[in-house]
């Protein structure tokens, strides 16, 4: 591929690919048409900041803003598209902006960026870029409109834009609340008192000083200026030259007619139509095709048509303007109803995918892939209720067919072309015999588990109906019904015609309804082999209750007026919803104003300040350099892995799919070439081989490594490897806890590691009144979902060195690991790290092998090797989160009070240990948060054939937090007592917690819980909200409330950590820790903690210090024993290393700085130095910091009050309010600890109440990608958050008195889940009476982990309507 950057317009223009990144020229020839935007971008520009992090839509990561000229109207359009999915081709014509393009450190940054930084809303920062990218696309355009003029300072985005410009883009680390915030500082309605804690103002300070202090925001910073060198190129992307790209931009049906023609004549080459390409983010076909056909360009594809008959719609139409075009003023004048119907449609088309995808997805492309490939659409569900009419052409011949007719046949022919959807008005299929009382109902529904979109809904459905109040009743009459549903495991959407047949002309009634629903159940079954199948059926049975049931309950009132525009909230009209002018629910902000309460300390200044995270604006603006960044070295070859899809069996060998010979390839990399050991990890807990030898030991174990000219050619290649197996004469493998312990299958846990019982149980049990014996709970897994995948890039170097860059939390052990794999002194290799996109536990053990791989390819072939691991191999093979079995018996006192409890934790490691050997201690770190009388527990870590789990944020810790409630709630149960009264009576005194912890519990000053607890209590209301729940509770039947205060003590130990700091001539600071920086603020904090300590050499200038430090990359050979950036203390452990190198530099300086003192009265920072150069006193020093082992360990606490809120149609658990008290002691930084207990909070709700992390009956991991696997999102989190970090005061054992904020956090979210519960024992008790039994439900309900829709759905009653409505019936 060839690129020049010209500013000149060529004369080859014409025929060859032109487009701007960031208003610079790009002219390509002969580009590969299957190449997109992001591939070009990431390879062959020095544009960064696009990221790679799915490779399918469902990130954002690679946000880039495409704008396009339209020269009849001298207008710029301008909107956000993913670059992974578009084409590159397609961008002809184009100017891009990327986040370097919005602001850059040279040309200066965007306000967007610096309130990013300012707003603390960047972490590991590899979502930032694609974060700035996206709200800025939503500025320009906001800015674009002709709304009012708003205040200056601030843009013409609303509050509720601002938040939904970022919806379609994940983050993992920061929980969220801090981007919103800086989203909305620009918004013309905001409130900036509701903005949350940021590094320009304090609370309280007016709205003048706080405009002040932000980072200037005008119109011109919304202005994206178009290069006039593209707009004097001719039409774009007509102008290919086909030959040299394959892509065709047909003009007219003719010139597509004749492309078809040919490609049918011309046997043998592959075709593909194209609008968007978003399809290939759920389908990723692997074949390449011979050329390229862009319907874009073809004005029948791309009209909006208006008349008075309805809305027809070109296929190429993105599913954006169809949108704009549904809701916006008409000039053709339309009924009520036909209105009512298309802004219907098009609220819910805002909720397919993200507006990144629907800007570059088509309408027709939608409708293809549902009729082709049975794709689970909403357009087909919704255009189906209104009998939409398709114009289709094949060859010459052209047909018009309903969308239902289209549906129902065989796949469309590849060479047949959708050419527009008419969505037809209401009046046209008006029934005019009705009487004038008719009115039209319509509306769609959707269950997701992410309400805003972004998630493919488990079943979505469209009604419409006429209803008319009968002259001689108050009942409402139906007449043409039309019930749509999709998306639930059906070939396509379908009409349930029985239905509509049975209601049409019935006068609605209890009765009725209940009929009809019960005629529904047969009709809506999904498919085998569906996910949560009755759960779906039970959605459509819901949404068709919420549809009618307000009918039966207020026909008058409904009748009266409200009809035009009846929305479903009538079922729910006591939630006190607002309803705007239409009918329409108003909704509030997603997120309301959250309070973040810190207490700053100056004691140790500029430690304890809440400086912004270094390095967050070059994260913002995409110059931060990550190891994908890092341009590729002369000659560099690119891997991916092969791995195991058997559990075990023997591997004969690996070969490609017969004729589908991989490009590029150049090895294939196995265990036979290892020059060393086969060793993929080794710490000092067990080692892991790099490739399986003869024996694959479990799915997802990597059996070899393609090496290839390129990262795709790589990971084609290792997708159409096919490894032969042979599993005879074996034992079948272990797939379960149960099966190893049968086989006595377990890895050894070291005598040191595993934590002591407490007490002693029979006495406890003999004293209990109470006793549950044998209860079980199983756990699943949770994947790390780090933004960016493993990545390293190995160079070998001279003399058989090798210097590889990885993206680790412990270079030391892949140093290790490397040398002896290649069988080299530890000294020829080098291993650097600098920051990591997120590690959260999974860049431990498994991105050794990563680096390990690369190295031994680079050694074997003597040539750079590199890999960015794709998001499905990185699924498959991290191993994730430990699942395990509990059983657990308890004896308790009639007042709650527990006395002893024992445990049996059954723990699948997998098929290697990693550092499950630490399960125990962590688990029991956590589990002793309440006093449980007697404690004793057998934990085996069971060696199976699955996924070889690793040490995921707070592993076991989170499990055994969740443990410790589960059995609580139990008890509570038992003896219908309130919950949290039982927490209060099993809570710790300090006697107890020096019981449990022994000298980890510290003095009983230091024992903060009780404080916090009480605290708690009346800073979120926690009592005033309970009684105000229950009578909520009451009140409704289809939403249920629950609350919950859950405390957590949380054990961290402190490790030895090194430290570095040298000061150079010109008086700035470098310095090297051993913890690595991936977003947890570490850099930041060991920065301060250098001013601090370097001004105690008390000289003038030292106020400035923090400015002149300079933390560098990781490097292992330059700072050895960096041991593992994990548990939480590698901060203040870094911190603690670097003060006592400064306090060695004090020492030497002091002498000097009196001498000089004396000599010239005062002293400056730099002439301190300077003369200290002069004098040869030696200005680095380094160190080891080896904690002291009686004080090394020590407790952490906190507790958090969580209230929910669960739809009992569809299972959704609205998360209304977090409070969390949080003691970081004297916090070193209060806005990174901040950072970290809000992200790791919302981490823990993954875990808690959407992730699912699964594998098959092999062991191989199913949910590998983002459209199976949910990580929170902006309208997943809390909607008020509201964190106080307590300084709770001098802890002379700690460093300057700090605490930890890492890991914690995330074990409070286990309060979401048990306020679920909560809500859910509600809908249960309800459930009950309807049943006729009005006494307590005194049977438990264990709700699963993660508490999904489906999961809580089973528990309210997938069949609560019917038993609602039988009960009904049963009082009439
Ligand atoms: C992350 C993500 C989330 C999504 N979520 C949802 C969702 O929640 N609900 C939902 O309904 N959809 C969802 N989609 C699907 C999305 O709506 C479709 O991918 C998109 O509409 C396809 O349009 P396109 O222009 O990109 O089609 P392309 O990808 O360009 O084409 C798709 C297929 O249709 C063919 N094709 C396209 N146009 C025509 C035509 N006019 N005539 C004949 N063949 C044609 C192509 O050859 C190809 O086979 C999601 C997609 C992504 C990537
Ligand atoms: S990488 Fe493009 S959306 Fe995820
Ligand atoms: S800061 Fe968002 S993913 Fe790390």
């Known amino acids: 591929m060839e690129t020049t950057t010209t500013t000149t317009t060529s004369t080859s223009t014409k025929r060859c690919l032109v487009f701007a990144v960031n208003g610079q020229r790009f002219e390509l020839f002969n580009v590969d048409p299957s190449t997109t935007l992001l591939q070009f971008m990431r390879s062959q520009t020095p544009f960064k900041s696009v990221k790679l992090s799915c490779g399918e839509g469902g990130c954002g990561a690679c946000i880039v803003l495409l704008s396009k000229y339209d020269s009849v109207h001298d207008k710029v359009e301008d909107f956000s598209v993913n670059s992974c999915l578009t084409l590159l081709c397609s961008v002809n014509g184009c100017s891009i902006t990327t986040a370097e393009g919005v602001g850059n450190s040279k040309d200066g940054f965007h ?75 620009f918004a013309t309605d905001v409130d900036m008192e509701d903005l949350g804690f940021n590094s320009f103002w304090r609370k309280g300070e007016s709205d003048e000083v ?84 862009d319907l874009r360009y073809i004005p029948e594809l791309s009209i909006i048509r208006k008349d008075p008959t309805g809305i027809e719609i070109g296929a190429a139409v993105t599913i954006s303007k169809a949108i704009e075009a549904l809701k916006e003023e008409n000039e053709v004048e339309f009924s009520q109803e036909a209105k009512l119907v298309f802004k219907k449609i098009a609220d819910h088309m805002e909720k397919i995918a993200s507006g990144f995808i629907r800007n570059s997805a088509s309408v027709g492309g939608n409708l293809i892939m549902a009729q082709r490939k049975h794709f689970p659409s909403d357009i087909a569900t919704i255009l189906l209720s209104v009998d939409a009419i398709l114009d289709i052409m094949t060859g010459q011949k052209r047909e018009k067919l309903t969308l239902e007719e289209f549906l129902g046949r065989p796949p469309l022919e590849s060479k047949s072309v959708l050419l527009s959807i008419k969505i037809p008005c209401w009046e046209s299929s008006r029934d005019v015999s009705c009487d004038n009382y008719t009115k039209l109902l319509y509306e769609t529904y959707r269950a997701a588990p992410r309400p805003l979109g972004n998630a493919l809904p488990y079943l979505n459905a469209t009604f419409s109906a006429q209803v008319s109040l009968c002259k001689n009743s108050t009942g409402l009459m139906l007449k043409n019904c039309r019930l749509v549903f999709g998306a639930y495991g059906t070939k396509h959407s379908i009409r349930a015609r029985e239905v509509e047949k049975f209601l049409s002309g019935k006068l609605l009634s209890i009765g009725v309804l209940y009929e009809a629903i019960k005629l529904l159940e047969t009709l809506v079954i999904p498919e085998d082999g569906t996910s949560s199948p009755a759960y779906r059926s039970s959605l459509a049975v819901g949404f068709l209750f919420e549809f009618l049931s307000p009918l039966i309950d207020s026909p008058v009132e409904i009748s009266d007026g409200l009809l035009n525009g009846y929305n479903s909230t009538l079922l729910f009209k006591n939630s006190n919803q607002e309803l705007d002018q239409f009918g329409q629910t108003k909704f509030p902000p997603l997120l309301s104003s959250s309070k973040q309460v810190i207490q700053l300390n100056n004691e140790y200044h500029p430690v304890g300040e809440p400086i912004t995270k270094t390095g967050a604006i070059l994260q913002a603006s995409g110059e931060a350099i990550y190891v994908d960044d890092i341009p590729s070295p002369k000659n560099c070859l690119h891997g991916a892995f092969i791995y195991s899809t058997e559990p075990l069996a023997r591997v ?137 995948t493993q990545t390293a890039l190995a160079v070998p170097d001279e003399d058989n060195c090798m210097v590889v860059y990885s993206s680790i939390q412990c270079p030391e052990f892949a140093h290790d690991t490397i040398a002896r794999c290649l069988g080299v002194p530890g000294h020829n290799i080098r291993v650097i790290t600098r920051r990591l996109g997120g590690g959260f536990g999974g860049k431990g053990v498994k991105a050794m092998a990563v680096a390990t791989a690369c190295a031994v390819a680079a050694y074997k072939l003597q040539r750079p090797v590199r890999i960015y691991v794709n998001r499905k191999t990185d699924m498959i093979m991290s191993g994730g989160r430990h699942p395990m079995k509990i059983t657990y018996s308890v004896g308790f006192k009639a007042n709650g009070k527990i006395t002893a409890l024992k445990l049996d934790i059954l723990i699948d490691s997998g098929m290697f240990v990693d550092v499950s050997p630490i399960m125990p201690m962590h688990m029991l770190g956590a589990l002793k948060k309440y006093d449980w009388g007697a404690l004793s527990f057998d934990i085996k870590l069971c060696k199976t054939n699955l996924p070889s789990r690793a040490a995921m944020r707070a592993p076991g810790d989170v499990q055994a937090s969740f443990i410790a409630e589960a059995v609580i709630e139990h008890v509570a149960s038992a003896l219908s007592m309130e919950v949290d009264s039982v927490r209060n009576i099993n809570l ?30 009346n800073s979120s209301s926690f009592y005033h909200r309970t009684e105000m729940i229950k009578e909520f509770n009451r009140c409704h039947k289809w939403k249920k409330r629950g609350i919950s205060r859950v405390p957590i003590v949380h ?71 960096g041991g593992f950036t994990a548990g939480s203390t590698t901060s203040e452990s870094s911190c603690e ?124 991991v199913i949910e590998d990608s983002t459209w199976t696997y949910k990580i929170p999102t902006v309208d997943t989190i809390p909607k008020q958050f509201n964190v106080e970090i307590l300084n709770s005061g001098n802890h002379k054992n700690r460093v300057l008195s700090s605490k930890a904020s890492g890991e914690p956090p995330l074990t409070l979210a286990v309060s979401v889940h048990c306020a679920t519960r909560a809500a859910v024992r509600e809908a249960r008790q309800q459930l009950l009476s309807w049943s006729g039994q009005n006494e ?29 409505l039988q009960w009904t019936i049963g009082k009439i």
């Open 1137 to 1260: 290393a670097v003060r006592l190198c400064c306090n060695i530099l004090i020492e030497r300086l002091v002498p000097l700085k009196e001498r000089l003192l004396e000599q010239m009265g005062s002293v400056e920072w730099e002439t301190l130095i300077l003369q200290a150069y002069l004098n040869s006193i030696n200005l680095s020093a380094s160190t080891l910091y080896v904690p002291n082992s009686s004080t090394m360990r020590y407790l952490n606490y906190a507790a958090a009050v969580s209230e929910v809120e669960v739809n009992l149609i569809t299972g959704e658990t609205t998360n209304l309010r977090t409070d969390i008290i949080y003691d970081c002691g004297k916090s070193l930084n209060p806005a990174v600890d901040l950072g970290q207990i809000e992200g790791a909070y919302v981490q823990g709700i993954g875990f808690f109440m959407l992730e699912e992390y699964n594998t098959n009956s092999d062991g191989l």
């Open 652 to 788: 004969k060998g690996i070969k490609f799919k017969p004729g589908l010979s991989p490009d590029g390839v150049i090895a294939v990399i196995s265990f036979k070439d290892i020059p060393g050991v086969n060793l993929g990890s080794k710490t000092v807990l067990g080692t892991e081989p790099l490739y399986a030898d003869e024996l694959t030991e479990g799915a997802g174990q990597r059996i070899a490594f393609v090496v290839a000219d390129t990262q795709k050619n790589a990971d084609i290649a290792a997708n159409l490897a096919v490894v032969v197996y042979d599993k005879e004469n074996l034992e079948p493998p272990i797939l379960s806890v149960e099966e190893a312990v049968e086989r006595c299958s377990f890895f050894k846990v070291p005598p040191s590691l595993y934590p002591k019982q407490v007490g002693d149980l029979s006495k406890g049990m003999a004293e209990a009144d109470h006793r549950i014996l044998s209860a079980e709970i199983k756990l699943g897994s949770q994947y790390y979902f780090y933004m960016e």
């Open 210 to 293: 706080k405009l002040g202090r932000l980072p200037p925001y005008n119109r011109k910073n919304a202005t994206c200026v178009f290069p006039e060198f593209l707009k004097k190129e001719t039409t774009m992307g007509a102008n290919l030259d086909s030959e040299g790209y394959h892509w065709y931009s047909p003009v007219s049906l003719e010139q597509l007619q004749s492309l078809l023609q040919i490609n049918e004549a011309n046997d043998g080459t592959s075709m593909k139509i194209i609008v968007g390409n978003t399809g290939m983010g759920y389908y990723k076909e692997l074949v390449r095709y011979d050329k390229y056909i």
């Open 1051 to 1121: 054990e961290v130990a402190m490790r030895a950590t090194p430290g570095k700091v040298s000061i150079l001539r010109d008086g700035s600071i470098v310095v090297e820790v051993g913890g690595i920086e991936m977003g947890q603020g570490l850099w930041t904090k060991v920065k301060q903690m250098i001013a601090y300590a370097l001004s105690l050499v008390k000289c003038g200038g030292t106020e400035d210090l923090l400015e002149k430090v300079r933390v560098i990359e990781a490097d292992s050979l330059s700072m050895i024993q």
């Open 988 to 1017: 710790h005194t300090h006697n107890s917690l020096d019981l449990f912890f022994a000298s980890a519990a510290g003095e009983p000053l230091e024992y903060t819980l009780p404080s916090i607890w009480d605290k708690l209590a």
């Open 1336 to 1364: 307590s439900d005194s049977t438990f309900c264990q709700l699963d982990v993660p508490a999904t829709m489906p999961v809580v759905k089973e528990l309210c009653g997938l069949d609560s309507i019917q038993k609602f």
């Open 111 to 185: 306000p967007i960026q610096e309130r990013f930084s300012g707003f603390h809303a960047s972490q590991c920062g590899f979502c930032t870029p694609g974060m700035c990218v996206s709200l800025f696309a939503a500025l320009v355009n906001a800015d674009k409109t002709n709304r009012q003029e708003p205040c200056p300072g601030f843009s013409k985005l609303t509050v509720s834009e601002a938040e939904k410009s970022i919806a379609g883009n994940l983050c993992r680390c920061t929980g969220y609340r801090p981007i919103v915030d800086a989203c909305k500082s």
